[in-house]
């Protein structure tokens, strides 16, 4: 069984792997939009628990979407193009190469 001591604490979306472009990093980014979270939280220092948590709800808030950007209310689309584009900008000058990403996904 692991202890809390022994859990894993997530390093914070902008010190994650790929300028925060990973699986969690979306999730952190999708709060943000659906106000779940602050845009000044970036979940350095949660444990997984948390995180799972956090990805709980932000599936919740898409499930009312149907998972799809163009449903989203024009307030909170917007606010994803916004934060996805700053995100993007961000990852592209710490060296994230998407092509690779998709690379490793076929192999």
Known sequence: M???????????????KNGGMTDTGKVIRDAWVFGLIPET?????WLSTAIQDLWDKTSKEWEKY?????????????????????AIK??????????????DDVL
Not at 4 to 13: D, F, P, Q, T, W
Not at 41 to 45: A, R, Y
Request: some cysteine; charged content about 40%; glycine content about 8%.
């Open 2 to 16: 692991r202890t809390r001591k022994n859990m894993s604490k997530y390093a914070g979306i902008y010190n994650d």
């Open 90 to 103: 961000r990852a592209n000058k710490e060296g994230w190469d998407p092509q690779k990403d998709i690379d």
């Open 41 to 45: 939280e970036t979940c350095e220092g």
């Open 66 to 86: 149907g998972f799809l950007v163009s449903n989203l209310p024009e307030e909170k689309r917007a606010c994803f193009e916004r934060i996805q584009s700053e």
